[in-house]
């Protein structure tokens, strides 16, 4: 089977639309998000509804849950604050009840031997960052599966845990997945990047399930390029903050 998965599209419908025509041309048939469906961009009814129709599982991230007031803006900076305001404002009642139905973190494949969530399996609501290694140890101990996707830093990173808990950080370019070690994945972000690459990013996962036993399950990040210039004329045009329009140009 082949898995799309993705984070963080934030209201970025173009970046988005990029994302699922490149997922379905690699052959991914089924689809993951890991949450900031909504938060910075302009088109957040627009990008719900496509995740809605497209995705199986969904699991909400701390500007998806600040627009439906469970989680306080009081930690975000002010951009973000004048965003979720915005969104609140403009999302249709029935999205805003879409959000308020979705689990904080869940498990897919067949078996369920991976999970998803947007921060931290450990703490899924209080929204901390994985940045390190350090970071990243102590969430092994909060996830059974193989291995847990999570985005909400906004920066591809793939974290391998051996037998003996050793923890290492590993290339995520094209990765095959070794049954005795456990992964922590981030995937990236859809519609605001943050690590230099304005390329919208996402991860495919092809799993071994229903295959043959030599099998080998693997991960690899897709960037795609996507019409920056319309995304951020929307925001201007929907008076959201300048600087959120230009941050996309430079992927950060
Ligand atoms: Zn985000």
């Known amino acids: 089977m082949v898995y ?3 984070s963080d599209i934030h209201a970025n419908l173009e970046a988005l639309e990029a994302v699922l025509s490149r997922l379905d041309a690699l052959g991914a048939r089924r ?3 890991l949450g900031d469906v909504v938060g910075y961009g302009a088109s957040p009814n627009e990008c ?10 969904v699991v909400p991230g701390n500007h998806d849950y600040a627009a ?3 989680t306080s803006t009081e930690f975000f900076n002010s951009y973000a604050r004048e965003a979720v305001l915005w969104t609140r404002r403009t999302l249709t009642p029935d999205h805003l ?7 904080l973190s869940a498990t897919f494949g067949t078996g369920g031997p991976y999970r998803a969530v ?3 399996p450990c703490l899924p609501d209080k929204w901390d960052y994985i940045l390190d290694v350090q970071d990243a140890r102590l969430q092994f101990a909060c996830f059974e599966e193989q291995a847990c996707f999570v985005g909400h830093s906004h920066q591809p990173v793939l974290v391998a845990c051996g037998r003996d808990g050793r923890v290492s950080l590993e290339r995520l370019d094209e990765s095959a997945l070794a ?6 994945v981030n995937v990236g972000s859809v519609g605001q990047p943050r690590d230099g690459d304005p390329r919208a990013a ?3 996962l092809e799993t071994a399930e229903g295959g043959s036993g030599d099998a080998v399950t693997t991960i690899r990040i897709v960037r795609e390029p996507y019409d920056v210039e319309r995304a951020q004329r929307k925001i201007l045009e929907a008076d959201l903050p300048a600087v959120l329009a230009a941050r996309l140009a430079v992927g950060q």
Not at 49 to 57: D, G, L, P
Not at 179 to 184: F, G, K
């Open 48 to 57: 719900i509804a496509r995740v809605r129709e497209s995705c199986e599982v």
């Open 118 to 120: 947007h921060a931290t």
């Open 4 to 6: 799309g998965i993705f």
């Open 31 to 33: 689809l993951i998000c």
């Open 179 to 184: 049954a005795d070690r456990r992964y922590l």
């Open 202 to 204: 996402a991860l495919l």
């Open 68 to 70: 439906i007031q469970r």
């Open 97 to 103: 009840a879409w959000l308020e139905g979705l689990p």
